[in-house]
Each structure stands twice: as C-alpha cells, then as structure tokens.
C-alpha cells in the first residue's frame, strides 16, 4: 500500500527537525486540510495564510503589488514570493505556496484554466515548478495540493536529517534539563547560556549560546536519551 503523501512529508519533517507553513490560493486551504488529516502534525506544521485575494497577498504575506501587476496573480514569481512572505510570517523553516487558475473562469489565452505555480522557499532554496491541469474546479484543487505536497517531499529527501550531538546536562532546581557543554562534530564547545524552552510532541526544545557566540536550539528527546541540533534562531539550518 502506497503511503499517503501528507503522511510521508510528516514523518521527513519530524526526521529533520524543521516547521512548514503553508500559502495557498486557488487551493483555499486543502494543502492545510490534507497535513491536519495527520495525527501529530501540530510538532511540524505551523499553519496556513489563506491569501485568495491579490490585496491578501500583498498585505499578509508580503508579495510586491509591482510582482502582481507586471507578472500576474499566477505566476511563478509569485508563488516564490508567497512561499518566502509566508516562512518568514510564520517563523517557519520552509514555506509552500500554491497559486492558480482552479476553473471554469479566469482565464486567459495565455493562462488557460489548471494553469497552477508551486513555490517552495527555504532558507537555502527557492523552487517553482508550473503545471497545467486538464480536470474541473475540484480535480484540479486537488492535483495542485498533491504536487505541493510532491514538491514538499522532494525538497524533504535532499535535506540531512537532525544532527545528532553529545551533550552534557545537568538538573536544574526545577526539574528541568540543562545542557552545560556539547561535542559537536568533535570539538567540544561550553553552553554559555540557555534561553526559551518548549516542549512539543518531539521532545524538549532549548534555546542556548555557545561560547563562541553562536545560538542554537537543542532538541532533547527523552524517550531516546539523544540530543540533536535543530536550526540557527535566524532560521538556517545547521546541519
């Protein structure tokens, strides 16, 4: 049995530590509704800009009003724009835009009904890819969410997973784990100072400077006893 897209981009998120937001147009929030159907998508799915309208578009994620006149609403520079507006909305570290023409109206000559633009924005990549759909309003709702979530997954399987690191921790007054020093890559660096802390369905989240300068945020998994580097606070990876 084939694995539901929706499911396998769950797990390759979780497997490498990073948060997705979606934005989504011509879809109206299926990419969203189809990512929710996943038990326990609340530790790597952020949310959804629902931005239908060009004036959404501009105001909530940030699209240039001169992108939207001089290239249209769909279009691939503004499905990258989407993307992009929406990861930095969100604090999330990879964002996925659709934009289209679902159908029966809209259309142009040189924009025919399915004609739909995926973007993808991280901080190491910009991606679009264009599609041309043949089904009805529905069909083609749907096959745009499937190929953001297709587009999604690709991205996902050329990412390193969560980097593994030693860490050592003591107890706090209250409980709370806290990481004094950490062996990354084979050179030992001392936690200066840890900062916010959360924890969500992965495990204990934890904000610390190095000595060195550098912030990172830690992940200490319980069940397995691990501690893994998730991201920079700036939002590039580091892995």
């Given at each position: 049995m084939i694995e539901p897209l929706e499911v396998t981009a769950g797990k390759l998120l979780l497997e490498r530590g990073l948060r997705l937001a979606t934005a989504e147009s011509c879809t109206g929030g299926l990419i969203g509704h189809l990512?929710?159907?996943?038990?326990?998508?609340?530790?790597?799915?952020?949310?959804?800009?629902?931005?239908?309208?060009?004036?959404?578009?501009?105001?909530?994620?940030?699209?240039?009003?001169?992108t939207v006149d001089h290239f249209g609403a769909v279009s691939g520079e503004v499905a990258q724009e989407m993307a992009l507006g929406v990861r930095k909305a969100m604090g999330a570290d990879i964002g996925l835009s659709v934009t289209g023409i679902?159908?029966?109206?809209?259309?142009?000559?040189?924009?025919?009904?399915?004609?739909?633009?995926?973007?993808?924005?991280?901080?190491?990549?910009?991606?679009?890819?264009h599609y041309l759909w043949r089904g009805d309003r529905l069909k083609n709702k749907e096959q745009s969410a499937r190929a953001a979530l297709q587009q999604l997954v690709d991205c996902l399987n050329q990412t390193p997973k969560m980097q593994e690191v030693e860490v050592t921790a003591r107890f706090g007054c209250e409980g709370d784990v806290v990481p004094v020093r950490m062996i990354w890559n084979g050179?030992?660096?001392?936690?200066?100072?840890?900062?916010?802390?959360?924890?969500?369905?992965?495990g204990?989240?934890?904000?610390?400077?190095?000595?060195?300068?550098?912030?990172?945020?830690?992940?200490?998994?319980?069940?397995k006893g691990c501690w893994y580097i998730l991201r920079k606070t700036n939002g590039r990876l580091f892995v």
């Open positions: 990512l929710t159907n996943v038990p326990g998508s609340s530790a790597y799915y952020l949310g959804s800009i629902i931005a239908y309208s060009n004036e959404m578009k501009v105001s909530l994620l940030n699209v240039s009003l001169e679902a159908g029966p109206g809209g259309a142009t000559p040189e924009k025919p009904v399915g004609t739909t633009w995926i973007g993808l924005s991280t901080a190491n990549v910009d991606q679009v890819r050179q030992p660096y001392e936690i200066g100072s840890t900062g916010r802390r959360w924890v969500d369905e992965r204990q989240h934890i904000l610390v400077m190095l000595d060195d300068g550098r912030v990172l945020e830690l992940l200490f998994d319980r069940d």
